[in-house]
């Protein structure tokens, strides 16, 4: 059955994920504040910021009046950088007069708190007004999803039918969701993948090939399994599309914001040049933050994660860093 849903956020994420769900039938509303983007969903049925050449379905509608976005809302998606999801939380819980499930597609951890989006929206969404709350996370680039490329993610919920629920609604000859039941699991994967995509963007940028890529990837997974299984995640999730499925994507594509980040601090530029140079949000420095906090509060070894936070905030030379990483003690691979 048709749903009435408000995506929050018409990035090119939130744009995606909206005509997927157009395709299936839904009602579906983008909230922005960028009236530009707005303007253009509405009059031309495009939005040329992120997607230069796509045509949007004309029952895609968008606003920036959060009120009239919430008006019938049955789900609100959310899909804006983690940085302003407490924020929005906290307006959105002003304006609600009704329950809602909320879907979450934005991938962080917060700084300060490391809290996931789900800590987040429970302690922003009165308990009345929300009736569960989903993860969908997995190997997905916005490029390829609004051309209806192929696609595989995974959801976890809180409340269990609501992840068939989901499924329902977004799986179609395209897209395909599968569920996990391990919502830390999705949440962590899906959030630490982009600090290792900056570091396979900044070895690509100093020049290096595919070895240490494949090592970058491997590694970078034993990391964020140590980190999950201190917060509680269960070991499998983290084989499946929110783990290594997204691990893979990002470290190896050219559309992840993360890793043509990391490819300017690799080719020479600061931070901010290297952030203000793109158009769309770079997720992994802020979890890069969080996440070497959390793992030096939890005395987790995560030497990859440990290293990108030298490189980003402490200006730690790159190919200083990566000698250090290769000269550490001897090791087994696994212990
Ligand atoms: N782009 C992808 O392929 C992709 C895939 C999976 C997950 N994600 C995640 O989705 C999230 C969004 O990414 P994106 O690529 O769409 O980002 P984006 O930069 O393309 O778009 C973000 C949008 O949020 C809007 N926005 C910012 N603050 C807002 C606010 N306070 N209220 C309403 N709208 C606001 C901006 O105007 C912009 O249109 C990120 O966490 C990202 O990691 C992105």
Same mark, same amino acid.
């Given at each position: 059955?048709?749903?009435?849903?408000?995506?929050?956020?018409?990035?090119?994420?939130?744009?995606?994920?909206?005509?997927?769900?157009?395709?299936?039938?839904?009602?579906?509303?983008?909230?922005?504040?960028?009236?530009?983007?707005?303007?253009?969903? !509405?009059?031309?049925?495009?939005?040329?910021?992120?997607?230069?050449?796509?045509?949007?379905?004309?029952?895609?509608?968008?606003?920036?009046?959060? *009120?009239?976005?919430?008006?019938?809302?049955?789900?609100?998606?959310?899909?804006? %950088? *983690?940085?302003?999801?407490?924020?929005?939380?906290? *307006?959105?819980?002003?304006?609600?007069?009704?329950?809602?499930?909320?879907?979450?597609?934005?991938?962080?951890?917060? %700084?300060?708190?490391?809290?996931?989006?789900?800590?987040?929206?429970?302690?922003?969404?009165?308990?009345?007004?929300?009736?569960?709350?989903?993860?969908?996370?997995? %190997?997905?680039?916005?490029?390829?999803?609004?051309?209806?490329?192929?696609?595989?993610? +995974?959801?976890?919920?809180?409340?269990?039918?609501?992840?068939?629920?989901?499924?329902?609604?977004?799986?179609?000859?395209?897209?395909?969701?599968?569920?996990?039941?391990?919502?830390?699991?999705?949440?962590?994967?899906?959030?630490?993948?982009?600090?290792?995509?900056?570091?396979?963007?900044?070895?690509?940028?100093?020049?290096?090939?595919? !070895?240490p890529?494949?090592a970058?990837?491997?590694?970078?997974?034993?990391?964020?399994?140590?980190?999950?299984?201190?917060?509680?995640?269960?070991?499998?999730?983290?084989?499946?599309?929110?783990?290594?499925?997204?691990?893979?994507?990002?470290?190896?594509?050219?559309?992840?914001?993360?890793?043509?980040?990391?490819?300017?601090?690799?080719?020479?530029? !600061?931070?901010?040049?290297?952030?203000?140079?793109? *158009?769309?949000?770079?997720?992994?420095?802020?979890?890069?933050?969080?996440?070497?906090?959390?793992?030096?509060?939890?005395?987790?070894?995560?030497p990859?994660?440990? +290293?990108?936070?030298?490189?980003?905030?402490?200006?730690?030379?790159?190919?200083?860093a990566i000698a250090q990483l290769m000269t550490r003690?001897?090791? %087994?691979?696994?212990?």
């Amino acid at each position: 059955m048709a749903k009435n849903v408000t995506v929050v956020g018409a990035g090119s994420w939130g744009t995606a994920l909206a005509q997927v769900l157009c395709d299936n039938q839904n009602n579906v509303k983008l909230y922005d504040l960028n009236q530009e983007i707005v303007d253009d969903i !509405n009059q031309n049925h495009r939005n040329s910021r992120f997607f230069a050449d796509v045509q949007l379905p004309v029952g895609l509608v968008a606003t920036t009046n959060l *009120t009239e976005a919430l008006k019938d809302a049955q789900i609100i998606l959310l899909s804006v %950088p *983690t940085k302003v999801i407490r924020d929005v939380l906290k *307006t959105i819980n002003e304006q609600l007069d009704h329950a809602v499930m909320i879907i979450n597609a934005s991938k962080g951890i917060e %700084p300060g708190t490391h809290k996931r989006v789900s800590e987040i929206v429970a302690e922003e969404i009165d308990q009345t007004y929300l009736e569960a709350f989903v993860a969908l996370s997995g %190997p997905s680039h916005a490029e390829e999803v609004i051309e209806r490329a192929l696609t595989t993610v +995974t959801c976890a919920a809180t409340v269990a039918d609501k992840a068939n629920e989901i499924q329902k609604m977004f799986n179609n000859e395209y897209f395909r969701v599968y569920r996990v039941d391990d919502l830390i699991g999705v949440e962590i994967g899906g959030s630490i993948k982009n600090v290792i995509a900056l570091a396979a963007g900044i070895i690509a940028g100093l020049g290096y090939g595919d !070895n240490p890529k494949a090592a970058l990837i491997t590694r970078g997974l034993v990391e964020i399994k140590r980190l999950g299984a201190a917060v509680g995640a269960k070991e499998e999730t983290f084989s499946g599309l929110s783990g290594l499925g997204d691990l893979i994507v990002t470290c190896t594509s050219v559309h992840s914001r993360n890793w043509q980040a990391g490819y300017k601090i690799g080719s020479g530029s !600061n931070l901010q040049e290297a952030i203000d140079s793109m *158009t769309m949000v770079v997720e992994g420095v802020r979890t890069c933050q969080a996440t070497y906090e959390m793992a030096q509060a939890l005395q987790i070894e995560m030497p990859i994660v440990e +290293t990108v936070y030298e490189v980003i905030f402490n200006k730690l030379d790159p190919r200083v860093a990566i000698a250090q990483l290769m000269t550490r003690e001897m090791k %087994p691979e696994f212990y």
